[in-house]
């Protein structure tokens, strides 16, 4: 399990910095959807991990506090690139 926690854990970073480098808006936000799916990926691994009694509640409570929180900065960033892409084609038109 801590292992399957920690290649989710490491994806999330590594969509968001491969997708730095897209070649458009768009397809930054497919790596930020991506990096969000693994972000819902972690906080299921987190609450298996409590649920098995792997993970002490104590510690589960701010892990997956943390995880909801970059989830939602991951959903704010995506919506931001995505507009930028609308808004860029607009303007070409």
């Given amino acids: 399990m801590k292992a399957q926690l920690s290649r989710v854990a490491e ?3 590594a969509n968001i910095v491969e997708g730095c480098g897209a ?3 768009k397809e930054f936000a497919r790596y930020l959807d991506i990096s969000i799916k693994s972000l819902n ?6 609450l298996a991990a409590r649920d ?7 510690l ?13 900065m991951t959903y704010a960033l ?4 995505l507009l930028a892409a609308t808004s860029n084609r607009i303007s070409q038109l």
């Fill in 11 to 13: 994806s999330i970073a």
């Fill in 23 to 25: 070649a458009s808006q």
């Fill in 41 to 46: 990926e972690t906080e299921y691994h987190l």
């Fill in 52 to 58: 098995r009694g792997a993970l002490a509640l104590m």
């Fill in 60 to 72: 589960w409570e701010p892990l997956t506090s943390e995880v909801i929180q970059i989830r939602r």
């Fill in 78 to 81: 995506r919506n931001k690139v």
